[in-house]
């Protein structure tokens, strides 16, 4: 089963908008992390932003802001004031441990975010 | 402040040959990870490494081997090499209790099978 659903295979935004990039989770610990990440067409991977299950208050960086709603278990990233640069993929991922202390990274399939002139 | 490092940043072999990737952690972190992206794909876990010991692992082939040295530094070797194995492969490296600062990732190796 999909861990780390996002919905919007693509998103256009007009520049100097706010967009809202959803994701869902899936999981039955109790301790986890949910992060953002931007892929350019560069290909590189971008940490963006980090949420911690526990963590009571949305976390802000910058222009993104991470909705969390522990019990909808949603982690939308909100980016505001959109630019042309911003165009990229964007993936959500979850931080689970495996297997004792061990962790894992799980990421969703991405929204290819288009920013418009 | 340092980076994870990955080598070579593009890589073209051809079917049947062998390859070889290393990843250079950022000082002091504990713990290697790494992940193969297809084209159009989500980066999809491999294995990691946990103070040069395998922790996890994850859809890796049996074609493909990975270890960490003394020194950190990791190296994914893939023989027989097919096609479908064509991917932007990334490594990250964290510290094990680093919450959300601690995964970085690398620039990725672009390997091309021809």
């Known amino acids: 089963a999909q861990k780390i659903t996002q919905t919007q295979p693509g998103m256009f935004v007009q520049e100097k908008e706010a967009v809202t990039l959803d994701c869902t989770y899936d999981?039955?610990?109790?301790?986890?992390?949910l992060f953002w990440y931007k892929q350019p067409s560069s290909g590189e991977m971008i940490f963006l932003i980090y949420?911690?299950?526990?963590?009571?208050q949305n976390a802000t960086e910058g222009r993104y802001s991470l909705n969390f709603q522990k019990a909808r278990k949603s982690a939308n990233l909100v980016i505001s004031a959109s630019q042309l640069g911003d165009s990229a993929m964007y993936f959500c991922?979850?931080?689970?441990?495996?297997?004792?202390?061990?962790?894992?990274?799980?990421f969703g399939k991405g929204t290819l975010l288009t920013v418009n002139p | 402040a340092a980076g994870v490092i990955q080598s070579p940043r593009h890589l073209i072999k051809e079917k049947r040959e062998t390859a070889t990737l290393k990843c250079y952690p950022i000082?002091?972190?504990?713990?290697v990870y790494w992940y193969q992206q297809g084209p159009g794909q989500d980066p999809q876990f491999l294995i990691s490494?946990?103070?040069?010991?395998?922790?996890d692992k994850g859809s890796i082939p049996d074609r493909f081997s990975a270890q960490q040295f003394s020194d950190y530094h990791s190296e994914l070797n893939m023989s027989s090499l097919e096609l479908g194995d064509s991917a932007l492969y990334f490594c990250?490296?964290?510290?094990?209790?680093?919450?959300?600062?601690?995964?970085?990732f690398g620039s990725g190796t672009r390997l091309t099978v021809v």
């Open positions: 990250a490296s964290s510290l094990r209790t680093g919450g959300g600062y601690g995964y970085t």
């Open positions: 999981t039955s610990d109790q301790s986890y992390g």
């Open positions: 949420q911690g299950s526990y963590d009571e």
């Open positions: 991922a979850m931080r689970e441990a495996v297997r004792g202390s061990n962790y894992k990274l799980t």
């Open positions: 000082p002091r972190h504990d713990t």
């Open positions: 490494f946990y103070e040069k010991m395998q922790s």
